[in-house]
């Protein structure tokens, strides 16, 4: 945090965690490693870290029961008293996003229309995680059906932000964002669609990484061309369990004909920067896209005096002279974002609307945007489709000159946990009104549609206390490059 930023004042009131939750991911695989913590000793201390904490900010759900969860603890216990190790993960307590596939635990996906629905097969993800050792405890809160960044539905309630209890913690992966800030968890899984990794990470002073598209594929799927635009990726308190956990979720799979064949190179990713490399580093901030952004008050003032400790180190880091410089037209690119939405959106609803009473029983929302998919054209997807395109040329030209483009991960400070979604943007000029629940989130799109790595970093506090992030966006594939840049950044 710089010296500039103001510290929360929840902090004082947050419960301090335990000698083990207070660890990081990292560290605590090497003290189970090491003997120094047993698997059991760490389920107690997170089940009751859960059971004092979770009730205020609902972010764990699904939580299954301690007796189970202690047997498992034992056995791999046992594992290591046998001197073998299922991986860095191992005995290491997990909850997954509620819109995984979990063998044997709910995934609800937040609508009352799969209440009951208790899946037989673990998603592609979740059987990495376990494979190398994690135990699943749960599921983290999301909103219905991941849409909006609210982690809020009618089945589990809202998740309420991890330093303020009366706004938002963001989404989708809401409640794993808070399950990280308040050490419920020591390292965490979400996904990204439209800044589903990186707005709640932002709101709560966590990291959080959209990798390439294509670098952690996803299974079970309706769809492997299209709809890998959304992808699964890695949350975490520092930098190193980012990497560690992308390590452990990437990695080509025959089934996703898009997925990523070259291995995620984890020992470059841990590399730490030499000081000639610092000095090399070219960051473009993009700000509010020459007023084309509307964005709270605030909201670039604390991105832009955090990106300081990046300057403060030898980095260039360059203000967007105009938009011209980008290459590209915003309202195009918006515009072009709206179709691809609607035809995986609507794609993605289908098969519940088609359920009894399931209109009913889906928030107005995604009610609207499955309805506009109707009358969406080959065309018209056709043309979005060469929209993106020339978009994405765009960005790789700007990133043929700059290491990483930088913009605030969010338009907005966390909003008042009752809303359902600003309406509004309140600037310094004047108040923008939002034509869209989700409008006030488009600064997440440019990385999604070009497909490019994205970390989201903790920008600090701002004047009321709340958290900001900003988004680091890297080079075509370059994800073990962008860790390494977020690592300098993590060490102002």
């Not at 005995?91 to 799969?114: E, F, W």
Request: glycine fraction near 8%.
């Amino acid at each position: 945090m710089t010296k500039s930023t103001i510290a929360n004042p929840m902090q004082n009131k947050i419960n301090a965690p335990c000698a083990i939750t207070a660890l990081s991911a990292s560290s605590l695989s090497k003290a189970i490693h090491s003997k120094a913590y047993s698997c059991v000793e760490v389920m107690q201390a997170y089940l009751k870290r859960i059971a004092d904490v979770n009730p205020a900010y609902n972010a764990i759900i699904s939580l299954r029961s301690e007796a189970e969860l202690l047997a498992e603890a034992q056995a791999h216990d046992d594992m290591l008293a046998a001197g073998n190790s299922k991986g860095w993960l191992h005995g290491i307590p997990q909850a997954i996003k509620d819109l995984s596939p979990t063998a044997g635990i709910p995934t609800v996906y937040g609508s009352p229309l799969m209440a009951k629905n208790v899946p037989l097969e673990d998603g592609l993800m979740v059987q990495r995680m376990k494979a190398a050792g994690a135990i699943i405890i749960g599921k983290t809160n999301v909103p219905e059906f991941g849409l909006g960044s609210h982690s809020f539905n009618t089945v589990f309630g809202a998740t309420n932000n991890a330093f303020d209890v009366t706004k938002t913690a963001g989404g989708s992966s809401g409640g794993s964002a808070v399950a990280l800030a308040q050490h419920l968890l020591p390292v965490a899984d979400g996904s990204d669609f439209m800044g589903s990794l990186r707005n709640p990470a932002g709101w709560n002073n966590v990291y959080g990484m959209r990798p390439s598209q294509g670098r952690v594929p996803m299974w079970p799927a309706a769809d492997v061309w299209v709809s890998p635009m959304g992808t699964e990726g890695p949350m975490g308190r520092t930098v190193e369990d980012v990497a560690r956990l992308m390590d452990t979720q990437a990695g080509f799979d025959v089934r996703c004909p898009i997925s990523i064949r070259e291995s995620f190179d984890l020992e470059h990713a841990l590399k730490p920067m030499t000081s000639a490399e610092v000095k090399s580093v070219k960051v473009l901030w993009l700000g509010d896209l020459g007023g084309y952004l509307p964005m709270e008050d605030g909201v670039s003032a604390i991105c832009e005096l955090a990106l300081q400790s990046l300057s403060s180190k030898g980095c260039h880091v360059e203000h967007m002279a105009s938009q011209s410089q980008l290459g590209f037209q915003p309202e195009r690119i918006w515009d072009a974002w709206l179709t691809w939405r609607q035809a995986l959106i609507g794609a993605r609803l289908a098969p519940f609307i088609a359920m009894k009473n399931g209109r009913a029983q889906i928030k107005p929302e995604a009610l609207g945007e499955y309805d506009s998919s109707l009358l969406l054209t080959g065309e018209a997807f056709m043309h979005a489709s060469a929209q993106r395109t020339s978009f994405y040329q765009a960005m790789v030209k700007l990133l043929e000159t700059y290491d990483a483009i930088a913009l605030p991960s969010a338009q907005v400070w966390p909003f008042d946990v009752k809303m359902r979604y600003p309406t509004e943007i309140v600037t310094t000029k004047g108040t923008v009104q939002m034509d869209t629940y989700h409008r006030w989130m488009e600064a997440t799109i440019y990385a999604t549609f070009a497909g490019l790595p994205c970390i989201s970093v903790p920008a600090g506090f701002g004047s009321k206390g709340l958290p900001m992030g900003i988004q680091l966006i890297g080079k075509p594939q370059g994800d073990a490059d962008l860790l390494r840049l977020a690592a300098v950044f993590e060490g102002r």
